[in-house]
């Protein structure tokens, strides 16, 4: 009977593990991003069809989980467009018949490889060929099964790379770390999607010791301003503005023995020449989980910091 029960109670709990790493497996995925990028030399194409186009690539990105952020920038879902046959259409009023070649990608902005591409036909009518363009543009949907296919196609190419490429990306940020770009590293790192299981353990592995090194140096920084704000008065206002620099400062650096003692050098003095308790408290140390968290984050608020123009790779 007991052993009943046992069965009883540990099945809903596999099926909820399950469906947990089902979900978590579909985010992971997801976090694989493509920015919508169309080139300015698409011949003879209008201003306006060229901001359609890339409104529309954007919502093809967006609809199918992968729209473009600061953690993953470099691939690109882009498109050229050719005109096919063009036209008059007699009136009252006279309209301009196009028929339009789309091609649509997906590839390393970067590097201008284009991994996947899909042709779309499309016609648009219009007054004149402006709102032609724009008309057959407009046929472009993101819920078409065919470009749903064709996301699909491309997140798998982009898996494969990180597969392929994995250990030329982690000398890449060997290399920025022994130039002490760590915030640039962990924002490397952090980009790699959990969808590439091998390539995101080595970089899960490898996030921890650049962190410990960012906080490392911090630290030092932080310390020394922390003492020249307290050595300006040495009293409780320059107490309280070297308190706020060293809260600031991660436990787990390998300078907080410093850091405690020089808050007990402050707290004694500030006791003498206010004749009141100078109360400091630290900050609490960091679970591994969370030490993680916040180097991602690190390589968030990175990328966030990068300038908004890209100069990207036309993919053909």
Request: glycine content about 8%; aromatic content about 6%.
């Amino acid at each position: 009977m007991k052993k009943g029960i046992q069965v009883l109670l540990i099945l809903p709990l596999l099926f909820t593990f399950i469906a947990v790493n089902a979900q978590s497996n579909q985010e992971d995925k997801n976090r694989i991003a493509l920015t919508a990028w169309v080139p300015d030399q698409i011949e003879g194409m209008p201003a306006s069809a060229t901001n359609l186009l890339e409104n529309k690539l954007s919502q093809v990105a967006t609809q199918n989980g992968l729209s473009g952020n600061a953690m993953n920038s470099r691939f690109i879902i882009s498109a050229n467009v050719s005109v096919i046959t063009k036209n008059i259409v007699p009136g009252p009023p006279t309209m301009v018949a196009l028929g339009l070649d789309a091609t649509l990608y997906i590839g390393d902005g970067y590097t201008g490889q284009a991994f996947e591409s899909m042709n779309l036909s499309l016609k648009g009518v219009g007054n004149n060929e402006t709102k032609a363009y724009l008309d057959g543009i407009k046929m472009i949907k993101p819920g078409n099964t065919e470009v749903q296919a064709f996301i699909e196609r491309g997140k798998t190419k982009i898996i494969n790379y990180y597969k392929a490429n994995c250990d030329l990306i982690l000398k890449q940020v060997q290399s920025l770390e022994a130039q002490n770009q760590f915030e640039e590293a962990l924002f490397q790192l952090s980009g790699i999607p959990s969808a590439c299981e091998e390539c995101y353990t080595k970089a899960l592995n490898a996030i921890g010791p650049v962190y410990q090194k960012m906080i490392d140096r911090d630290c030092k920084i932080k310390l020394q301003e922390a003492k020249s704000a307290w050595n300006s008065g040495q009293d409780r206002a320059s107490a309280d503005a070297a308190g706020q620099i060293l809260s600031t400062i991660e436990p787990s650096s390998s300078c907080y023995g410093e850091v405690k003692t020089l808050t007990d050098d402050i707290a004694k003095r500030v006791l003498v020449v206010d004749g009141r308790e100078w109360k400091f408290i630290l900050r609490a140390q960091e679970q591994e989980s969370e030490r993680i968290q916040a180097a991602r984050d690190v390589g968030v608020a990175f990328g966030n910091g990068q300038p908004d123009t890209v100069i990207y790779r036309s993919l053909w």
